[in-house]
């Protein structure tokens, strides 16, 4: 086993309910799946769906609990800014933030990355897609520094190809490149 | 896989062969799940979203009273509804295999209560097993029948908000098991008992119970038998899921004797016997109710609920077990513990029809009582037009009981109650027949939306098709009024708001003077994916410079799409959300928010 595939991830993915915060959450895991890693989700049904707020835990390695416990997740996938005051208590010590946000949010101690996702959505014509957008940065921000993600670009638009129908898996690639190429320029 | 598709999956695999259920936070994708293989297998023989889950229950049972193997799923307050045939199936027994599945929602995160329905368990007498994770979960979908089965008795599987919506990396299901072979043979003397006959069967049943509490593939399980201490832990449940991660964590997997307890009733005798005489204490923790706890007889060595060790109250987060363990075992410190910040409120979606008909409703009767019910449109509550939320179907019966309190008063206040479609179905039509006999003075709003929305749109017998999207007889929901003997029924779309807020006017005046009047709002919920398509064209609306910030819409409305930005006087339409329902075309008192002519 390499260190990689000994290490523990832990995750939190942060939003309101129909920004599809689900979404990504399962196409983290799937990810992990691919690479032959346990992955163990915790997601947000129910009435907060409706536009309330909605987390998702997502625990990579070897763990019983589906729950992130506080200071113990290595990083956080902010879909909506407002949400870090509730949750960025669940980031370690040294953790990792990428924030859609108009502006660079202000998290001392923390690395923070930022993207103004729901621009980029409305730019590229798909306004319900920046949590896709959102992923495609993190995916090139945290390229290359030692607290990556468990997978590259290409699992994740294998698995979103997988995933459908043409169109569909082809907007979704879309949106995460464009992600990505914001990701790669900060 | 979800936690909710692996008891699925578990079901399935082990031939269950009718499977039935009414949709419910967190239980309703049991069922999704199960339809779902039906459609790739054509296995269970029978699958089907039930009117409410005492319907649900005893469709079921009927089906393990013939010999197959069956399922029930709800959410905790489902079992409430289901609790009479519960009671009286305990005692007759099964001759299939009978799972019984109550998902508890800790919390709570969308309940109107914490409650345990391990008590239900115990009221009832039958054995209740508590999954860790979606992988236990599915085991013990198997372990349920086997015991069932053995014991000829109804078996509780009792999963947690955080096992249903846990999701985890588990093979596909697999090939559906054999049905057994259906026959239900005639014993009037078990099926149809006289009271002579149930003290025998309540008899059988406690020697059942006795028995349950010896088996020992249900024991609890000591998960490190190296563990050498005079202090143990036992758990059940999520929270042994947390407990396991954590005494790992810390370091104690060497010295702290952990117990996972898989059916917290009946609780093992010589797990009593055992723990009781080799530790000096034993901390106990589970979620909500402290079961197994009271079955432990001897005080002296317990440690949990009971002395306030262990809350009583709302979800175990891993957080909180962390500090209870650390505690139980003199490790220094606390765990780290997350700020309390509001969250963001739920609101009704974007064009959500229960808007306008909320709006509608505060128009026509400004200074009514509000009764209302269980479903998205609970969050009514948002716009002042909810005052009142029992549970399912009290709505209508809450509105009988506020008119027969204030009806000597000259005055009397409006009362306008307002009710799903699926919920009038579940419970509001027995309230209406009582309310037309007793001449109840209220106006009752459907709001028919064709479906169960908020649990993930499920069917509604209204809606025609089934669990696994097969055509299925309408029942026409005016016709179900008129049957009950309402004078006053009319439908409409809320959308037209005006003549809408008319159609309420008048309801209102009709109801003041001769007794329960309907109106059904029908309009498809904008999430249906069984929504048909509409001819009607999504309006481009703007805001113009005539809006002067009064928040008049933002207060009343509220619709999503609506924003003020910090700063700026004028409010915005959020593109990426505006449904282009056009209703908030009526609402602004400025005449500020236009629709734009798509030609320019
Ligand atoms: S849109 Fe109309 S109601 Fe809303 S703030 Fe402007 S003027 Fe007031
Ligand atoms: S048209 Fe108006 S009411 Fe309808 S969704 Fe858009 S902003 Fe909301």
Redesign the pocket.
């Known amino acids: 086993m390499t260190e990689i595939e000994a290490k523990r991830s832990q995750i939190v993915i942060s939003g309101v309910g129909g920004q599809g915060v689900l979404f990504v959450t399962r196409i983290l895991a799937e990810a992990a799946i691919r690479h032959r890693r346990p992955a163990l989700t915790s997601e947000t049904h129910g009435m907060a769906q409706r536009g309330g707020t909605v987390i998702s835990h997502l625990k990579v390695g070897d763990f019983a609990s589906p729950l992130i416990r506080p200071g113990a997740a290595d990083g956080m996938l902010v879909l909506k800014e407002e949400n870090i005051a509730a949750h960025q208590g669940f980031l370690r010590p040294g953790g990792w933030m990428v924030v859609n946000a108009i502006e660079a949010a202000d998290a001392p101690g923390v690395a923070c990355g930022q993207i103004d996702a729901d621009d980029i959505a409305r730019q590229i014509g798909q306004p319900k897609a920046a949590n896709v957008i959102l992923l495609g940065f993190a995916l090139a921000w945290l390229d290359g520094s030692n607290v990556g993600l468990w997978c590259s670009r290409r699992d994740i638009e294998d698995i979103v190809a997988s995933g459908g129908d043409g169109k569909r898996s082809e907007d979704l690639a879309a949106a995460i490149d464009a992600g990505y190429a914001q990701g790669m320029k900060s | 896989m979800l936690g909710n598709e692996a008891i699925a999956a578990g079901l399935v695999e082990n031939g269950c062969a009718m499977a039935t259920s009414y949709p419910g936070t967190p239980a309703s994708e049991i069922l999704a799940g199960i339809a779902r293989l039906k459609i790739d297998t054509g296995r269970p023989r029978h699958v089907q979203w039930a009117v409410n889950e005492k319907v649900a229950f005893e469709i079921a049972y009927a089906g393990c009273m013939s010999g197959l193997r069956t399922a029930v799923s709800m959410k905790q307050v489902g079992l409430n509804v289901a609790s009479d045939p519960l009671m009286s199936a305990a005692y007759m027994g099964v001759r299939g295999g009978f799972v019984v599945i109550s998902a508890d929602d800790p919390g709570p995160h969308s309940s109107q209560t914490e409650q345990d329905s391990r008590l239900m368990a115990m009221l009832a007498k039958i054995p209740v097993l508590d999954p860790d994770s979606p992988a236990q979960a599915r085991q013990m979908a198997k372990l349920s029948y086997e015991i069932s089965e053995a014991y000829e008795i109804p078996v509780m599987l009792r999963p947690t908000t955080r096992v249903c919506h846990a999701r985890q990396d588990l093979p596909p299901a697999g090939v559906p098991g054999e049905e057994a072979t259906v026959g239900f043979k005639k014993d009037p003397s078990r099926w149809a008992a006289t009271p002579k006959f149930r003290l025998q069967l309540h008899r059988a049943l406690e020697e059942k119970l006795d028995a349950l509490s010896a088996d020992p593939r249900t024991a609890p399980r000591l998960l490190n038998p190296d563990a050498a201490g005079l202090r143990a832990v036992a758990a059940s449940g999520v929270a042994a899921a947390h407990a396991r991660e954590i005494i790992q964590d810390l370091g104690l997997w060497e010295t702290l004797p952990f117990y996972q307890v898989l059916q917290p009733f009946p609780l093992h005798r010589s797990f009593i016997d055992e723990i009781l005489g080799k530790y000096s204490e034993v901390l106990v923790i589970e979620e909500t109710t402290g079961v197994i706890e009271m079955q432990i007889a001897d005080r002296r060595r317990v440690r949990g609920k009971q002395d306030g060790r262990v809350p009583s109250v709302g979800e175990l987060h891993p957080e909180t077990v962390e500090s209870v363990i650390r505690a139980f075992a003199g490790l220094p410190g606390y765990a780290a513990q997350m700020p309390t910040v509001p969250g963001r409120r739920p609101t009704l979606c974007a064009g959500c029809p229960h808007r306008a008909s909320f709006y509608a409703v505060k128009k026509a009767a400004p200074r009514g009582i509000y009764t209302s019910d269980i479903g998205c449109y609970t969050l009514g509550l948002n716009l002042g037009a909810v005052d009142t939320v029992l549970c399912m179907g009290a709505a209508i019966s809450q509105a009988a009981g506020f008119y027969h309190a204030h009806r000597h008063l000259t005055t009397r206040p409006d009362i306008v109650a307002t009710i799903g479609d699926s919920t009038f179905f579940h419970a509001g039509v027995p309230a209406l027949i009582d309310a037309v006999a007793q001449q109840v003075r209220f106006v009752l709003v459907i709001l028919d939306n064709r479906t169960t929305a908020m649990t993930g749109n499920q069917p509604t017998p209204a809606t025609g098709v089934g669990a696994c999207d097969e055509p299925l007889s309408a029942v026409d929901i005016e016709g179900l009024v008129a049957g009950c003997g309402v004078k006053f029924c009319r439908t409409a779309d809320p959308y037209e708001l005006e003549p809408f807020i008319a159609l309420l006017k008048e309801a209102v005046s009709f109801s003041r003077e001769q007794g329960p009047a309907v109106v059904i709002a029908r309009h498809p919920c904008l999430l249906d994916r069984r929504r048909v398509p509409s001819d009607r064209k999504p309006v481009q609306v703007v805001?113009t410079d005539?809006?002067?910030?009064?928040?008049?819409?933002?207060k009343h409305f509220e619709c999503p799409a609506?924003v003020?930005v910090k700063g700026e006087e004028?409010?915005r339409i959020d593109p990426g959300i505006c449904s282009g329902c056009g209703v908030c075309l009526s609402?602004?008192?400025?005449h500020?928010?236009v629709a734009v002519d798509p030609g320019n």
């Open positions: 805001v005539d809006c002067d910030g009064c928040g008049y819409c933002l609506l003020q004028r409010v609402i602004c008192r400025n500020a928010i």
